[in-house]
Nanobody, 115 residues
Framework: QVQLVESGGCWVQAGGSLRLSCVASGIISRVNVMGWYRQAPGKQRELVAIITSGGSTNYADSVKGRFTIGRDNAENTVYLQMNSLKPEDTAVYYC?????????WGKGTLVTVSS
């Protein structure tokens, strides 16, 4: 079993920055994928960014150049630095881990970007 705890979500004005963090605990393989998804009101959950344990990354086109994902393998922590935030970035952001063939999700942290 894996537990994920997110932090860092809050209200921010457009153009501002936020940094989300997620700590994973439990039985996690050294080879894994961590990342962030988001779900806006009335929309489906979508990929924001993922990073492998080897450091390879993938971003949604809508956040490329504005968001940066990073991780600390020793601490099983994943970060999401979000810059130049837009109102359309408003969503609940979920931490994600894929390990030992299973997907795990955090409970989410709300990011609200006002215009």
């Amino acid at each position: 079993q894996v537990q994920l705890v997110e932090s860092g979500g809050c209200w921010v004005q457009a153009g501002g920055s936020l940094r989300l963090s997620c700590v994973a605990s439990g039985i996690i393989s050294r080879v894994n994928v961590m990342g962030w998804y988001r779900q806006a009101p009335g929309k489906q959950r979508e990929l924001v960014a993922i990073i492998t344990s080897g450091g390879s990354t993938n971003y949604a086109d809508s956040v490329k150049g504005r968001f940066t994902i990073g991780r600390d393998n020793a601490e099983n922590t994943v970060y999401l630095q979000m810059n130049s935030l837009k109102p359309e970035d408003t969503a609940v952001y979920y931490c994600y881990v894929h390990t030992y063939g299973m997907d795990y999700w955090g409970k989410g942290t709300l990011v609200t970007v006002s215009s």
